[in-house]
Protein backbone atom coordinates (compact mmCIF):
# COMPACT_ATOMS: atom_id res chain seq x y z
CA UNK A 1 0.00 0.00 0.00
CA UNK A 2 1.78 3.14 -0.99
CA UNK A 3 2.05 5.69 2.18
CA UNK A 4 2.31 9.46 2.44
CA UNK A 5 5.63 8.80 3.06
CA UNK A 6 6.20 6.76 -0.48
CA UNK A 7 5.11 10.25 -2.33
CA UNK A 8 7.18 12.49 -0.02
CA UNK A 9 10.35 9.96 -1.26
CA UNK A 10 9.49 10.22 -4.81
CA UNK A 11 8.87 14.18 -4.39
CA UNK A 12 11.43 14.62 -2.82
CA UNK A 13 9.99 16.55 0.15
CA UNK A 14 8.94 16.05 3.85
CA UNK A 15 5.64 13.92 5.33
CA UNK A 16 4.74 17.36 6.20
CA UNK A 17 4.66 19.04 2.84
CA UNK A 18 2.81 16.31 0.98
CA UNK A 19 0.45 15.88 3.79
CA UNK A 20 -0.11 20.30 3.69
CA UNK A 21 -0.51 19.90 0.20
CA UNK A 22 -3.23 16.59 0.00
CA UNK A 23 -5.08 18.47 2.51
CA UNK A 24 -4.89 22.38 1.90
CA UNK A 25 -3.92 23.13 5.49
CA UNK A 26 -0.96 25.33 4.29
CA UNK A 27 0.00 26.80 1.18
CA UNK A 28 2.75 24.94 -0.88
CA UNK A 29 4.32 26.67 -3.72
CA UNK A 30 2.97 25.80 -7.33
CA UNK A 31 6.29 24.26 -8.25
CA UNK A 32 6.37 21.82 -4.78
CA UNK A 33 2.88 21.09 -5.27
CA UNK A 34 2.79 19.98 -8.85
CA UNK A 35 6.07 17.42 -8.14
CA UNK A 36 3.74 16.24 -5.34
CA UNK A 37 0.80 15.56 -7.99
CA UNK A 38 2.96 14.24 -10.35
CA UNK A 39 3.93 11.36 -7.55
CA UNK A 40 0.61 10.87 -6.60
CA UNK A 41 -0.01 10.16 -10.35
CA UNK A 42 2.58 8.01 -10.76
CA UNK A 43 2.49 6.07 -7.75
CA UNK A 44 -1.74 5.90 -7.51
CA UNK A 45 -1.57 7.14 -4.16
CA UNK A 46 -5.00 7.73 -2.61
CA UNK A 47 -5.29 10.39 -0.49
CA UNK A 48 -7.46 9.63 2.95
CA UNK A 49 -10.94 10.72 2.41
CA UNK A 50 -10.99 11.68 6.12
CA UNK A 51 -7.81 13.30 5.96
CA UNK A 52 -9.19 15.78 3.08
CA UNK A 53 -12.17 16.59 5.18
CA UNK A 54 -10.29 18.02 7.46
CA UNK A 55 -9.33 20.88 4.96
CA UNK A 56 -9.89 24.60 6.00
CA UNK A 57 -8.52 27.06 3.59
CA UNK A 58 -10.02 27.31 0.49
CA UNK A 59 -8.87 29.93 -2.24
CA UNK A 60 -12.30 30.80 -3.65
CA UNK A 61 -11.15 29.86 -6.89
CA UNK A 62 -12.76 28.07 -9.94
CA UNK A 63 -10.91 26.87 -12.69
CA UNK A 64 -12.68 27.07 -16.10
CA UNK A 65 -11.41 25.10 -18.84
CA UNK A 66 -12.46 26.01 -22.21
CA UNK A 67 -11.80 24.89 -25.47
CA UNK A 68 -12.39 28.15 -28.36
CA UNK A 69 -12.24 31.58 -27.21
CA UNK A 70 -14.09 32.00 -30.70
CA UNK A 71 -17.37 29.82 -29.95
CA UNK A 72 -19.69 32.60 -29.20
CA UNK A 73 -21.56 29.00 -27.84
CA UNK A 74 -18.39 28.78 -24.40
CA UNK A 75 -18.18 32.76 -24.43
CA UNK A 76 -21.95 32.79 -23.20
CA UNK A 77 -21.40 29.55 -20.93
CA UNK A 78 -18.74 31.32 -19.95
CA UNK A 79 -20.47 34.60 -19.04
CA UNK A 80 -23.19 32.38 -17.19
CA UNK A 81 -20.54 30.33 -14.80
CA UNK A 82 -18.49 34.03 -14.21
CA UNK A 83 -22.00 35.72 -13.75
CA UNK A 84 -23.51 33.14 -10.44
CA UNK A 85 -19.94 32.14 -9.21
CA UNK A 86 -19.00 35.94 -8.68
CA UNK A 87 -22.61 36.53 -7.07
CA UNK A 88 -21.46 34.11 -4.96
CA UNK A 89 -18.17 35.17 -3.46
CA UNK A 90 -16.16 33.00 -5.81
CA UNK A 91 -13.47 34.27 -8.40
CA UNK A 92 -13.23 32.29 -12.01
CA UNK A 93 -10.11 31.54 -13.44
CA UNK A 94 -10.96 30.55 -17.08
CA UNK A 95 -8.36 29.40 -19.65
CA UNK A 96 -8.50 28.03 -22.99
CA UNK A 97 -7.36 24.50 -24.26
CA UNK A 98 -7.55 25.16 -28.46
CA UNK A 99 -9.02 21.58 -28.41
CA UNK A 100 -5.62 19.93 -27.64
CA UNK A 101 -5.61 17.30 -25.05
CA UNK A 102 -2.07 18.09 -23.88
CA UNK A 103 -2.94 21.78 -23.20
CA UNK A 104 -5.90 20.71 -21.30
CA UNK A 105 -4.37 18.36 -18.80
CA UNK A 106 -1.52 21.19 -18.62
CA UNK A 107 -4.15 23.41 -17.77
CA UNK A 108 -6.04 20.75 -15.21
CA UNK A 109 -2.52 20.45 -13.52
CA UNK A 110 -1.73 24.09 -13.26
CA UNK A 111 -5.65 24.49 -11.36
CA UNK A 112 -4.90 21.51 -8.66
CA UNK A 113 -1.19 22.81 -8.26
CA UNK A 114 -2.91 26.23 -7.71
CA UNK A 115 -5.49 24.01 -4.83
CA UNK A 116 -8.69 25.38 -6.70
CA UNK A 117 -11.78 24.90 -5.12
CA UNK A 118 -13.80 22.93 -8.25
CA UNK A 119 -12.93 22.57 -11.68
CA UNK A 120 -15.51 23.19 -14.96
CA UNK A 121 -14.12 21.38 -17.96
CA UNK A 122 -15.26 21.41 -21.46
CA UNK A 123 -12.84 18.57 -22.60
CA UNK A 124 -10.79 17.67 -25.68
CA UNK A 125 -10.07 14.28 -24.02
CA UNK A 126 -13.33 12.63 -23.08
CA UNK A 127 -11.21 8.93 -23.76
CA UNK A 128 -8.57 9.80 -21.21
CA UNK A 129 -9.92 7.92 -18.18
CA UNK A 130 -7.02 7.47 -16.59
CA UNK A 131 -6.48 11.35 -16.08
CA UNK A 132 -9.23 12.32 -15.18
CA UNK A 133 -9.48 9.12 -12.56
CA UNK A 134 -6.03 9.95 -10.80
CA UNK A 135 -5.85 13.95 -11.44
CA UNK A 136 -9.85 14.31 -10.71
CA UNK A 137 -10.89 11.75 -8.78
CA UNK A 138 -8.05 10.60 -7.26
CA UNK A 139 -7.70 13.91 -5.21
CA UNK A 140 -11.48 14.30 -4.68
CA UNK A 141 -11.21 17.82 -6.03
CA UNK A 142 -15.35 19.26 -7.27
CA UNK A 143 -15.75 18.92 -10.89
CA UNK A 144 -18.45 19.44 -13.46
CA UNK A 145 -17.76 18.19 -17.11
CA UNK A 146 -20.04 20.39 -19.47
CA UNK A 147 -21.53 19.35 -23.20
CA UNK A 148 -18.89 16.08 -23.36
CA UNK A 149 -19.41 13.06 -21.23
CA UNK A 150 -16.11 11.70 -20.25
CA UNK A 151 -16.14 7.77 -20.59
CA UNK A 152 -16.26 5.80 -17.73
CA UNK A 153 -16.01 8.52 -15.57
CA UNK A 154 -18.82 9.23 -12.55
CA UNK A 155 -18.54 12.54 -12.66
CA UNK A 156 -21.04 15.27 -12.55
CA UNK A 157 -22.54 16.34 -16.00
CA UNK A 158 -24.14 18.58 -17.76
CA UNK A 159 -25.48 19.32 -21.57
CA UNK A 160 -28.40 19.53 -24.21
CA UNK A 161 -30.05 16.52 -25.32
CA UNK A 162 -28.24 16.40 -28.90
CA UNK A 163 -30.01 13.51 -29.95
CA UNK A 164 -33.17 14.32 -29.52
CA UNK A 165 -32.32 17.80 -31.18
CA UNK A 166 -31.00 16.44 -34.34
CA UNK A 167 -33.24 13.68 -34.27
CA UNK A 168 -36.02 16.60 -34.59
CA UNK A 169 -33.99 18.33 -36.87
CA UNK A 170 -33.59 15.70 -39.40
CA UNK A 171 -37.21 14.20 -39.28
CA UNK A 172 -38.47 17.88 -40.13
CA UNK A 173 -36.58 18.05 -43.38
CA UNK A 174 -37.56 14.11 -44.36
CA UNK A 175 -41.34 15.33 -43.62
CA UNK A 176 -40.65 18.00 -46.07
CA UNK A 177 -39.12 15.62 -48.77
CA UNK A 178 -35.85 16.76 -48.35
CA UNK A 179 -33.38 13.89 -49.03
CA UNK A 180 -29.80 14.90 -49.29
CA UNK A 181 -28.92 16.07 -45.85
CA UNK A 182 -25.82 16.89 -44.61
CA UNK A 183 -24.70 16.63 -41.07
CA UNK A 184 -21.17 18.09 -40.13
CA UNK A 185 -20.18 16.93 -36.64
CA UNK A 186 -17.12 17.36 -34.18
CA UNK A 187 -15.02 14.13 -33.26
CA UNK A 188 -17.50 11.31 -33.37
CA UNK A 189 -15.41 10.57 -29.20
CA UNK A 190 -17.33 13.65 -28.41
CA UNK A 191 -20.24 12.66 -26.81
CA UNK A 192 -22.35 15.48 -27.95
CA UNK A 193 -21.52 14.56 -31.83
CA UNK A 194 -22.00 11.21 -31.36
CA UNK A 195 -25.46 11.91 -29.23
CA UNK A 196 -26.29 14.34 -32.74
CA UNK A 197 -25.36 11.17 -35.55
CA UNK A 198 -27.41 8.66 -33.45
CA UNK A 199 -30.26 11.26 -33.86
CA UNK A 200 -29.61 12.01 -37.55
CA UNK A 201 -29.58 8.08 -38.10
CA UNK A 202 -32.31 7.32 -36.10
CA UNK A 203 -34.46 9.87 -38.31
CA UNK A 204 -33.51 8.48 -41.56
CA UNK A 205 -34.01 4.60 -40.01
CA UNK A 206 -37.60 5.51 -39.13
CA UNK A 207 -38.28 7.04 -41.93
CA UNK A 208 -37.51 4.18 -44.16
CA UNK A 209 -34.95 6.65 -45.99
CA UNK A 210 -31.87 5.44 -47.41
CA UNK A 211 -28.99 7.78 -45.41
CA UNK A 212 -26.27 9.12 -47.95
CA UNK A 213 -23.36 7.62 -46.23
CA UNK A 214 -20.88 10.60 -47.63
CA UNK A 215 -22.96 13.64 -46.20
CA UNK A 216 -21.92 12.26 -42.70
CA UNK A 217 -18.71 14.49 -42.51
CA UNK A 218 -16.80 14.69 -39.60
CA UNK A 219 -14.15 17.44 -38.40
CA UNK A 220 -12.28 19.02 -35.62
CA UNK A 221 -14.76 21.26 -35.02
CA UNK A 222 -12.75 24.43 -36.44
CA UNK A 223 -13.77 27.02 -39.28
CA UNK A 224 -10.98 25.98 -41.50
CA UNK A 225 -11.36 22.19 -41.34
CA UNK A 226 -14.58 22.16 -42.13
CA UNK A 227 -14.73 24.46 -44.89
CA UNK A 228 -11.79 22.04 -46.44
CA UNK A 229 -14.26 18.67 -45.29
CA UNK A 230 -16.92 20.51 -47.67
CA UNK A 231 -15.07 21.10 -50.27
CA UNK A 232 -13.53 17.88 -50.76
CA UNK A 233 -16.55 15.80 -49.59
CA UNK A 234 -19.52 17.70 -50.79
CA UNK A 235 -19.23 17.11 -54.25
CA UNK A 236 -20.31 16.88 -57.43
CA UNK A 237 -23.83 16.84 -56.21
CA UNK A 238 -24.84 19.43 -53.36
CA UNK A 239 -26.49 18.13 -50.24
CA UNK A 240 -30.04 19.93 -50.25
CA UNK A 241 -29.87 20.91 -46.35
CA UNK A 242 -26.93 21.52 -43.94
CA UNK A 243 -27.28 20.25 -40.19
CA UNK A 244 -23.97 21.27 -37.89
CA UNK A 245 -23.85 20.79 -34.27
CA UNK A 246 -21.58 24.10 -33.61
CA UNK A 247 -21.11 27.72 -34.64
CA UNK A 248 -18.01 27.12 -36.10
CA UNK A 249 -18.69 24.20 -38.19
CA UNK A 250 -22.02 26.44 -39.98
Do not use: W
Not at 56 to 84: A, M
Amino acid sequence: MITLKDVARDAGVSIATVSCCLSGSRNVSPKTRMKILDSVEKLKYIPNSSARNLKKHTTKNIGVVLTDITETYHSNIFKGISSFLHRNGYNTNAAFSNGAAYMEGKIIKEFISQNADGILIITSMPDNTDFFESRILGHEIPCVFIDRKPAGIPADFVGFDNYSTVYRLTEQLLRRNYRRIALITGPSSYSSESDSILGYQKAFQEHGVSMDASLLLETNMSREDSFQAVLDRLKPEAPEAIITTSENIA
